[in-house]
């Protein structure tokens, strides 16, 4: 059975940094990108940033470009989002996932506030 479980989301004030991880498990994981998502209060899903399954090429949206780094640990099935100089516009449910299979965890809260 396939697991994304994500973890490290929270309260940050702005300009803070903050570190989600998400653990896999039920699937090999090393063979598989991975990606973040998420979803602000009243918008659609957003396309945060994917790593391959080396780790070795990474990709960003505009808005997350210099502010976040995706990373991955194979030996650990974990992958990573490193989110610093955090804007309150980030507040959003952050999801992990595994897209070629259409995987999605349960997601974990972020909220950027003074």
């Known amino acids: 059975q396939v697991q994304l479980v994500e973890s490290g989301g929270g309260l940050v004030q702005p300009g803070g940094s903050l570190r989600l991880s998400c653990a896999a498990s039920?699937?090999?994981?090393?063979?598989?990108?991975m990606s973040w998502f998420r979803r602000a209060p009243g918008k659609g899903r957003e396309f945060v940033a994917q790593?391959?399954?080396?780790?070795?090429?990474?990709k960003y949206a505009d808005s997350s470009k210099g502010r976040f780094t995706i990373s991955r640990d194979n030996t650990k099935n974990t992958v990573y989002l490193q989110m610093n100089s955090r804007k309150p516009e980030d507040t959003a449910v952050y999801y992990c996932?595994?897209?070629?299979?259409?995987?999605w965890g349960q997601g974990t809260q972020v909220t950027v506030s003074s």
């Open positions: 996932s595994q897209p070629s299979a259409n995987y």
């Open positions: 039920g699937f090999t994981f090393g063979n598989f990108f």
């Open positions: 790593i391959t399954g080396s780790g070795l090429q990474t």
